[in-house]
């Protein structure tokens, strides 16, 4: 059993920054792609970026242009740094691991809210 906690989370006014953070437990130093998902209300839950034991990363859409994804191995953290904010990136921002092909991971954790105001 994983378990992945967020943390970071908060309010922000646009054109802000945040950073997330995402601490993995109870993989017995498994290694394992990790990433971030978000749901953002009246649309879609969406993947945002992922990162792998090779150092590839994977941004979805348009994301790499504002959100940095990164990792601390040796306290296996997952990081999501997130600049220049927009309204329509309020949501939930859920931490995944054990990515499985496509969209699945097989972790979630509970989500940290994001919320930006004009």
């Known amino acids: 059993q994983v378990q992945l906690a967020e943390s970071g989370g908060g309010s922000v006014q646009a054109g802000g920054s945040l950073r997330l953070s995402c601490v993995r437990s109870?993989?017995?130093?498994?290694?394992?792609?990790m990433g971030w998902f978000r749901q953002v209300p009246g649309h879609q839950r969406e993947g945002v970026a992922r990162?792998?034991?090779?150092?590839?990363?994977y941004y979805y859409d348009s994301m790499e242009d504002r959100f940095t994804i990164s990792e601390d191995r040796g306290r296996n953290t997952v990081f999501l740094q997130m600049n220049s904010l927009k309204p329509e990136d309020s949501g939930t921002y859920f931490c995944?691991?054990?990515?499985?092909?496509?969209?699945?991971?097989?972790?979630w954790g509970q989500g940290t809210q994001v919320t930006v105001s004009s």
């Open positions: 995944v691991g054990d990515w499985r092909g496509g969209d699945t991971f097989r972790w």
């Open positions: 990162i792998c034991p090779n150092d590839i990363k």
């Open positions: 109870g993989n017995d130093g498994l290694k394992m792609c």
